[in-house]
């Protein structure tokens, strides 16, 4: 099943619910198909975003990959324990850049300075793909999307946006159905990640 309109997607009717490990909590910004869960797992996709506070574990989420990218702060250092006797694997994840890796093997993080807010996306593993990238838009500057996914959301990390519905402000999430979507940045500009899934 595919979007067949576009709606706005407000941040403060996003669904809290705490982490699978529950060292933490998420706001749920989108789940498919409509009923499934995070803690079931039974879902094809879900977005989410979420503060981190301290070094954490994260939760193992078999038959899932994941995309996680770093909206407010320094940046994580992400260490995944691949097979038992071997070494680490590290990478350091810094602001705006999307990092994928998969949501069944052990993995914990560490701050790289201080509280960071993220923004995650999850997909079962051969059975959905994504597109995932930032783009800045300058103040009072129009840009168009070519929509291409499924499902496609655009979120507004910085700023505020002017689209053909309504005003998206900071942590709110632009739905919209494969099409040309089109939206003008505040006059301070914005950064939005745009997120297309097939």
Not at 52 to 81: C, N, Q, T, W
Not at 149 to 177: C, H, K, M, R
Request: charged share 25%.
């Amino acid at each position: 099943m595919t979007l067949s309109h576009m709606s706005i997607l407000r941040k403060g009717a996003y669904r809290r619910a705490s982490w699978k490990n529950n060292l933490g909590y998420t706001d749920e910004i989108a789940i498919f198909p409509p009923g499934s869960s995070l803690t079931k797992g039974d879902f094809l996709w879900r977005l989410s975003s979420a503060r981190i506070e301290h070094a954490s574990a994260f939760s193992l989420f078999p038959a899932h990959d994941r995309v996680l990218v770093v909206l407010k702060g320094e940046g994580i250092r992400m260490i995944h324990s691949l097979e038992e006797g071997e070494p680490e694997d590290t990478s350091e994840v810094l602001p705006l850049q999307p990092y994928e890796f998969p949501g069944d093997i052990k993995s914990r993080c560490e701050l790289l300075g201080g509280p960071i807010t993220d923004f995650s996306l999850f997909m079962r593993t051969g059975e959905v793909g994504a597109d995932v990238r930032t783009q800045e838009i300058e103040p009072n500057q129009e840009y168009t999307w070519n929509a291409e996914g499924q499902w496609n959301f655009a979120y507004v990390i910085e700023g505020a946006l002017d689209a053909e519905i309504g005003s998206l402000e900071e942590g709110d999430t632009l739905s919209t159905p494969q099409n040309r979507a089109c939206f003008r940045a505040s006059t301070d500009g914005a950064i939005v990640l745009l997120v297309a899934l097939n």
